[in-house]
Protein backbone atom coordinates (compact mmCIF):
# COMPACT_ATOMS: atom_id res chain seq x y z
CA UNK A 1 0.00 0.00 0.00
CA UNK A 2 0.97 3.26 -0.68
CA UNK A 3 1.96 5.82 1.90
CA UNK A 4 2.07 9.47 2.71
CA UNK A 5 4.46 11.03 5.02
CA UNK A 6 3.05 13.29 7.86
CA UNK A 7 4.48 16.32 10.21
CA UNK A 8 2.81 17.89 12.59
CA UNK A 9 4.35 20.56 14.39
CA UNK A 10 3.64 23.52 16.73
CA UNK A 11 5.47 26.12 17.75
CA UNK A 12 7.04 24.28 21.00
CA UNK A 13 7.65 20.79 19.45
CA UNK A 14 7.41 18.10 16.37
CA UNK A 15 4.26 16.66 17.55
CA UNK A 16 4.16 13.86 15.50
CA UNK A 17 6.47 12.30 12.42
CA UNK A 18 5.51 9.36 10.26
CA UNK A 19 4.62 7.75 7.42
CA UNK A 20 0.26 7.13 7.01
CA UNK A 21 -2.37 5.72 4.64
CA UNK A 22 -4.46 8.60 5.71
CA UNK A 23 -4.91 12.16 7.42
CA UNK A 24 -8.08 13.55 7.98
CA UNK A 25 -8.19 17.19 9.35
CA UNK A 26 -10.59 20.56 9.59
CA UNK A 27 -9.96 22.60 6.84
CA UNK A 28 -11.29 26.13 6.99
CA UNK A 29 -13.68 25.53 4.56
CA UNK A 30 -15.03 21.79 5.83
CA UNK A 31 -13.22 18.20 6.63
CA UNK A 32 -10.17 17.28 4.40
CA UNK A 33 -9.04 13.76 3.93
CA UNK A 34 -5.49 13.40 2.31
CA UNK A 35 -4.15 10.16 1.02
CA UNK A 36 -0.82 9.93 -1.10
CA UNK A 37 -0.36 11.14 -4.67
CA UNK A 38 -2.70 14.16 -2.99
CA UNK A 39 -2.99 17.15 -5.73
CA UNK A 40 -0.87 20.07 -3.90
CA UNK A 41 -2.68 22.35 -1.39
CA UNK A 42 -1.78 24.86 0.84
CA UNK A 43 -4.72 26.00 3.31
CA UNK A 44 -5.80 27.58 7.05
CA UNK A 45 -7.08 25.35 9.33
CA UNK A 46 -9.11 25.14 12.07
CA UNK A 47 -9.28 24.24 15.43
CA UNK A 48 -10.25 20.16 15.51
CA UNK A 49 -9.09 16.71 15.49
CA UNK A 50 -6.36 15.35 13.16
CA UNK A 51 -6.44 11.67 12.81
CA UNK A 52 -3.67 10.06 10.86
CA UNK A 53 -4.32 6.13 9.47
CA UNK A 54 -0.56 4.48 10.65
CA UNK A 55 0.72 3.07 7.69
CA UNK A 56 0.33 -0.88 8.12
CA UNK A 57 -1.52 -0.73 11.51
CA UNK A 58 -5.47 -0.88 12.54
CA UNK A 59 -4.98 2.10 14.82
CA UNK A 60 -4.70 5.93 14.40
CA UNK A 61 -3.00 8.62 15.84
CA UNK A 62 -5.37 11.51 16.89
CA UNK A 63 -3.85 14.88 18.09
CA UNK A 64 -5.50 18.36 18.43
CA UNK A 65 -4.88 21.22 16.56
CA UNK A 66 -6.01 24.86 17.26
CA UNK A 67 -5.56 26.32 14.11
CA UNK A 68 -2.96 26.82 11.69
CA UNK A 69 -1.63 26.14 8.05
CA UNK A 70 -1.87 22.81 6.15
CA UNK A 71 0.40 22.07 3.17
CA UNK A 72 0.65 19.12 0.85
CA UNK A 73 2.74 17.77 -1.82
CA UNK A 74 1.72 14.56 -2.87
CA UNK A 75 4.33 11.83 -0.90
CA UNK A 76 4.10 14.99 2.40
CA UNK A 77 1.66 16.77 4.44
CA UNK A 78 2.61 19.26 6.60
CA UNK A 79 0.39 20.47 9.65
CA UNK A 80 1.99 23.55 11.17
CA UNK A 81 -0.40 24.07 13.71
CA UNK A 82 -0.95 27.53 16.45
CA UNK A 83 -0.68 24.74 18.99
CA UNK A 84 -1.07 20.87 19.22
CA UNK A 85 -1.73 18.48 21.61
CA UNK A 86 -1.49 14.39 21.57
CA UNK A 87 -4.90 13.05 22.35
CA UNK A 88 -3.75 11.05 25.09
CA UNK A 89 -2.44 14.47 26.38
CA UNK A 90 -6.04 16.18 26.32
CA UNK A 91 -7.91 17.53 29.23
CA UNK A 92 -11.06 17.73 29.53
CA UNK A 93 -11.52 19.09 32.87
CA UNK A 94 -9.26 22.03 31.42
CA UNK A 95 -10.92 22.41 28.26
CA UNK A 96 -14.47 22.72 30.28
CA UNK A 97 -13.37 25.69 32.02
CA UNK A 98 -11.66 27.59 29.55
CA UNK A 99 -14.98 26.97 27.77
CA UNK A 100 -16.67 28.32 30.89
CA UNK A 101 -14.30 31.47 30.99
CA UNK A 102 -14.96 32.11 27.49
CA UNK A 103 -18.75 32.05 28.01
CA UNK A 104 -18.77 34.26 30.73
CA UNK A 105 -16.19 36.63 29.14
CA UNK A 106 -18.55 36.87 26.33
CA UNK A 107 -21.43 37.27 28.65
CA UNK A 108 -19.95 40.05 30.82
CA UNK A 109 -20.70 43.48 28.68
CA UNK A 110 -19.25 45.87 31.05
CA UNK A 111 -15.64 43.90 30.91
CA UNK A 112 -13.17 45.88 29.62
CA UNK A 113 -12.47 42.30 26.86
CA UNK A 114 -11.28 41.42 23.39
CA UNK A 115 -14.13 39.89 22.03
CA UNK A 116 -12.74 38.38 18.98
CA UNK A 117 -9.72 36.92 21.39
CA UNK A 118 -12.79 35.72 23.47
CA UNK A 119 -15.13 34.11 20.83
CA UNK A 120 -11.80 32.39 19.76
CA UNK A 121 -10.80 31.03 22.32
CA UNK A 122 -14.78 29.99 23.29
CA UNK A 123 -14.05 27.73 19.51
CA UNK A 124 -11.06 27.03 20.44
CA UNK A 125 -12.58 24.80 23.24
CA UNK A 126 -15.69 24.01 21.99
CA UNK A 127 -13.54 22.49 19.32
CA UNK A 128 -10.91 20.71 22.17
CA UNK A 129 -14.12 19.18 23.78
CA UNK A 130 -15.49 17.51 20.24
CA UNK A 131 -12.00 16.21 19.84
CA UNK A 132 -11.70 14.50 23.46
CA UNK A 133 -15.35 12.78 23.25
CA UNK A 134 -14.83 11.91 19.29
CA UNK A 135 -11.55 10.23 20.41
CA UNK A 136 -13.35 8.72 23.80
CA UNK A 137 -15.87 6.94 21.23
CA UNK A 138 -13.62 5.00 19.26
Known amino acids: MSTI ?3 VVSAE ?3 FEGE ?4 AL ?3 TGELGIYPQHTPLITRIRPGAVRI ?3 GKNEEEFVFVAGGILEVQPNRVTVL ?3 AIRGHDLD ?3 AEEARKKAE ?3 ANRSADIDYAKAQAELMEAMAQIAAIRKLRGK
Open 53 to 55: KLA
Open 92 to 94: EAK
Open 5 to 7: HVD
Open 26 to 28: PGE
Open 81 to 83: ADT
Open 104 to 106: EAL
Open 13 to 15: EAI
Open 20 to 23: AEFV
